[in-house]
Nanobody, 122 residues
Framework: QVQLVESGGGLVQAGGSLRLSCTASGSIFSINTMGWYRQPPGKQRKLVAT???????TLADSVKGRFTISRDNAKNTVYLQMNSLKPEDTAVYYC????????????????WGQGTLVTVSS
């Protein structure tokens, strides 16, 4: 089994910054993609940012220029640096990891974190 531990959420004023982190542990042979999604109150979960195994990053248009995703492969950890936060960034942020559990597996598995709440006050 694989577990994800997220941290870094909290309450911040508009214009402030937060840094989220997510560390994967357990039966991991290799990790393909690590990413962040968010779900505002009463709305659907949507992609925020991803970081693939080949180093490709993707950011949602709504966060470009404000958020940065980075990854430490040695620590199986992904970070989301969030600057210039806005009230509309308020959401539960979920970490998502796509991985292979062993060298013989041909397919990828996916695991989600428990979510961390980010609240941006105006």
């Amino acid at each position: 089994q694989v577990q994800l531990v997220e941290s870094g959420g909290g309450l911040v004023q508009a214009g402030g910054s937060l840094r989220l982190s997510c560390t994967a542990s357990g039966s991991i042979f290799s990790i393909n993609t690590m990413g962040w999604y968010r779900q505002p109150p009463g709305k659907q979960r949507k992609l925020v940012a991803t970081f693939t195994g080949d180093g490709t990053t993707t950011l949602a248009d709504s966060v470009k220029g404000r958020f940065t995703i980075s990854r430490d492969n040695a620590k199986n950890t992904v970070y989301l640096q969030m600057n210039s936060l806005k009230p509309e960034d308020t959401a539960v942020y979920y970490c998502d990891v796509i991985y292979r559990s062993d060298s013989t597996s041909r397919g990828y598995l996916e695991v989600w974190g428990q979510g961390t709440l980010v609240t941006v006050s105006s």
